[in-house]
C-alpha cells in the first residue's frame, strides 16, 4: 500500500512540473497531501519529540528512529499519546520511510 501511494505522489509532482499555473499547482499539492497523510507524519514528530538523545541514551537506543523502529517492533506504540497514528505511519509507509529519515 505504501508503495502506491508513494507512486501516486511522484506523479503528482511530475504533474506540477508540466503546468506553470499557481491554482493548479495548489490543487496538485493539496491532493499530495491528503496522500502523504500529514497526522501522521505529524505523530512521528511529536514522537522525535518525547525521545530526545538523552533519553534515547539511557534506553539503549540510538536515536529517535531506533526508539519508534522498537515501540514498533514491541508493539508499545499504542501507549503513546498518538499511537494509532503511529500504527497507521508504519502499516502504510514502513520501516523504509522511518530509514530515509534525517540524521541521529
Not at 499511537?83 to 497507521?88: C, S, T
Amino acid at each position: 500500500m505504501g508503495t502506491n501511494r508513494t507512486s501516486k505522489v511522484d506523479a503528482a509532482i511530475d504533474e506540477v512540473g508540466r503546468h506553470e499555473s499557481a491554482e493548479y499547482s495548489r490543487q496538485i499539492a493539496e491532493q499530495a497531501a491528503r496522500v502523504f497523510a500529514p497526522e501522521w507524519i505529524a505523530a512521528a514528530l511529536a514522537f522525535k519529540a518525547r525521545w530526545p538523545a538523552d533519553r534515547c541514551k539511557r534506553r539503549d537506543f540510538a536515536d529517535w528512529r531506533e526508539a519508534l523502529q522498537s515501540a514498533w517492533y514491541h508493539g508499545w506504540d499504542d501507549r503513546e499519546p498518538d499511537g494509532a497514528m503511529l500504527r497507521q505511519l508504519r502499516n502504510n509507509y514502513g520501516y523504509e520511510w522511518l530509514n530515509r529519515q534525517g540524521a541521529k
